[in-house]
């Protein structure tokens, strides 16, 4: 087998804030192949986000953040290269697409300069070149009438449209691998399947490799080759998302598994939400980090914290811990 | 006349028919309306047909027809959401830009030398219908065409301070807005230092060392717009820079000049141009005062500060006009650049900006 596109190898990321060190990211290992697709799923605050931009490299060593282990792109460690040696891998090796595409986009700049920009850059493209390349990408994606959408403001365009230039700009110079926060979470139900299938059938097509950032299982299932779960900046769980969904181990992965609404329960049946307020980062509990909200914790998950053994980091993983509650 | 078009909405209706068709009534009355105001504000500027009192009166009648006229006449051509004083105030602005540009070929009376006005009347009332429309001076200098020069030195001085400030003030706003820390506490030192020094004694202590001359009054204006524009810019830029776009070009490799210039520029650049706009009134009458005080551009090279100051004394009584004339070039300048400059910022608020 040759070696991974990405390999992130035992990353932590630390920040100094005002009410003391914080451990968003705690000791996560992750390999992803070229082509392969990844989800990584976890509530709010379990670090996702600063997962995705350590592993970019926009998190770097600083005054107030610490980052150690390592983030290979291709076998180069992004954070030992040098700031330029960053940037000419962002954009040609790997891309992100933003959460809020309100936002992502600059309200003075036109739809096709936005497209444009990087590929001069990048790629020394004349300036009708670029522009015709961004038509191309604007019709990539997907969107109507591109030579007129090219020439619009951001605010002219509908919400899933401006994701949609988003995602072009990503693609614009042709990355190996993109890393995709939360895509849909701004966005109307109907649009998020739309921009969801258009990442997939692109990153197909394109053979690029792709991390989803979810806080909804859902939308990860049947879109990802394989799905790591986090919490409170670990990974408890991780292994192909087919075999996940049928047969959780973790208890945090089976209670997110249960809580996804489905169309064939009856229409006013409860969720089963999961207890509990996720846990202070500033101060983590002791052992499992998920006992104080775990249905099976006993007192050894309190005190021992469970290493990640074979995808899956639980004293009593859940066909196990069955049969000790059953 | 359809009353609604001069009438205020009633309250209880306040939705005032907002399309109406053009009604060829309200054109005609209107632009009537108009020539009439005209030719009552020509009339009662002459001395020969009226009173003072009745002058007064018929100009103050006059220029409230133009007010009522020109609205509806605006609003017939351009819809209800027509602003008078907006475009009054680009009408302005725009005639003075053409005349101060054009005063050497225009057919004006003497503004500088003296010697050719020795055939002059002295002192003269305005009279439109005479060879100095505004009147002339204790010399006999024709003062419609001191005005338009006066008003070259005053806007070029004071335009020139607000590019330099803006351009300086804009730079050192927007480099401490984005790298913050160390860079931004010594811009705030450098600012607060310049605000803590009262503008006019630092004029008057600036005037006794520069010789005056456009080029040095203008770099000693420039000095007080930069504070605010370096805190404006910084403000904007501090706004706009956590915002995900930036983040975005950060991600698809851009430089960090790159984005100061491509992502963060053109957002800051609107709320400074709106500022400086209205700096732009402000120096306008900075400059005034300096010349006035008679530390500005000396006479006979006109500005509207010096000449307002040949008011001083009992003139003002006698002669009113003297200062009457350049105070109302002044007054309108002023005016027009706040009005507009105001519209520009409300149009531009990086608060009310749509994403
Ligand atoms: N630059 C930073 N400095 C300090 N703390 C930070 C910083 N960025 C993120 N955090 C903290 O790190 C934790 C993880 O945040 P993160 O944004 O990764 O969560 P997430 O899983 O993406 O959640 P969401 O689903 O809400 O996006 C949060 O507690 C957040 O407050
Ligand atoms: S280790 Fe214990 S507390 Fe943690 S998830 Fe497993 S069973 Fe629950
Ligand atoms: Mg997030």
Redesign the interface.
């Known amino acids: 087998m040759t070696a991974p596109l990405l390999e992130v190898d035992d990353l932590r990321t630390r920040f100094l804030t005002p009410r003391g060190p914080m451990v968003a990211v705690d000791g996560v290992s992750l390999t992803l192949a070229a082509g392969e697709t990844l989800g990584i799923v976890g509530e709010s605050g379990s670090g996702k986000s600063v997962l995705g931009r350590t592993i970019m490299g926009l998190i770097t060593n600083g005054p107030t953040t610490t980052v150690t282990g390592a983030v290979r792109v291709d076998g180069a460690d992004i954070h030992q290269l040098t700031p330029q040696g960053r940037r000419a891998l962002w954009g040609t090796k790997i891309a992100m697409v933003f959460q809020d595409p309100m936002t992502s986009l600059n309200p003075t700049k036109r739809v096709g300069t936005h497209l444009s920009e990087s590929l001069r850059f990048h790629r020394g493209l004349s300036r009708g070149a670029a522009r015709t390349r961004a038509v191309e990408l604007l019709k990539l994606v997907g969107i109507p009438e591109p030579e007129r959408r090219a020439g619009q403001y951001p605010h002219e365009l509908s919400g899933g449209m401006r994701q949609r230039v988003v995602i072009a700009m990503a693609l614009a110079c042709d990355p190996k691998l993109l890393i995709a926060d939360e895509p849909t979470t701004a966005l109307d139900v109907t649009v998020q399947k739309q921009i969801l299938d258009l990442l997939q059938s692109l990153a197909e097509r394109l053979q690029m490799a792709t991390i989803l950032i979810s806080h909804d299982l859902g939308t990860v299932s049947g879109r990802t080759d394989r799905v790591a779960v986090m919490y409170a900046g670990r990974v408890v769980e991780s292994g192909e998302t087919r075999d996940v969904f049928a047969q959780p181990r973790h208890p945090y992965s089976g209670a997110l598994i249960e809580s996804i609404p489905r169309l064939d329960a009856a229409s006013h049946s409860l969720l089963p939400a999961i207890v509990g307020q996720p846990p202070n980062m500033l101060n983590p509990p002791s052992g499992c980090r998920f006992a104080p909200r775990c249905a099976f914790a006993q007192d050894r998950c309190r005190t021992e914290t469970p290493a990640l053994v074979d995808d899956v980091a639980c004293h009593f993983p859940l066909t196990q811990a069955l049969e000790v509650h059953a | 006349m359809s009353e609604t078009a001069l009438l205020p909405a009633a309250p209880e209706a306040p939705a005032v028919p907002a399309a109406r068709g053009r009604s060829a009534r309200v054109l005609v009355l209107s632009i009537a309306g108009l020539v009439a105001s005209v030719a009552m504000i020509l009339l009662s500027a002459s001395p020969d047909y009226f009173v003072t009192t009745l002058r007064l009166v018929v100009a103050a009648a006059g220029v409230a027809l133009m007010v009522v006229s020109g609205s509806a006449l605006g609003r017939q051509l351009f819809g209800p959401a027509f602003d008078l004083s907006f475009w009054f105030s680009v009408a302005w602005l725009l005639l003075l830009g053409l005349a101060v540009t054009f005063a050497p070929w225009l057919p004006f009376g003497e503004h500088l030398d003296v010697a050719n006005s020795l055939d002059q009347p002295i002192n003269a009332s305005p009279d439109p219908f005479s060879a100095n429309p505004l009147g002339t001076n204790l010399f006999g200098l024709d003062l419609l065409a001191r005005s338009v020069y006066g008003a070259r030195s005053s806007l070029v001085i004071a335009v020139t301070a607000v590019v330099i400030g803006t351009v300086i003030g804009g730079a050192i706003g927007m480099v401490a807005g984005y790298f913050q820390k160390s860079v931004d506490r010594v811009v705030g030192i450098f600012t607060n230092s310049l605000l803590a020094v009262p503008p006019l004694i630092l004029l008057i202590a600036l005037a006794t060392v520069l010789e005056p001359r456009i080029r040095n009054i203008a770099f000693a204006l420039s000095l007080l717009t930069i504070p605010g524009m370096v805190r404006l810019a910084r403000a904007t830029t501090m706004l706009y820079a956590p915002?995900?776009?930036v983040?975005?070009?950060?991600?698809?490799?851009?430089?960090r000049v790159?984005i100061l210039f491509?992502?963060l520029l053109?957002?800051v650049l609107l709320p400074i141009v709106s500022l400086a706009i209205v700096m732009i009134s402000i120096l306008i009458v900075a400059e005034a005062s300096l010349s006035f005080l008679g530390l500005g551009i000396e006479p006979p090279e006109p500005t509207w500060g010096n000449m307002i100051a040949e008011g001083e004394g009992t003139v003002f009584e006698d002669h009113p006009h003297i200062v009457l004339v350049p105070g109302t070039f002044l007054f309108l300048t002023v005016f027009a650049f706040n009005l507009v400059g105001e519209k520009a910022r409300r149009r531009w608020d990086p608060r009310s900006?749509?994403?």
């Open positions: 915002r995900e776009f983040v975005a070009a950060r991600a698809l490799g851009a430089t790159r491509r992502e053109p957002n900006v749509k994403l």
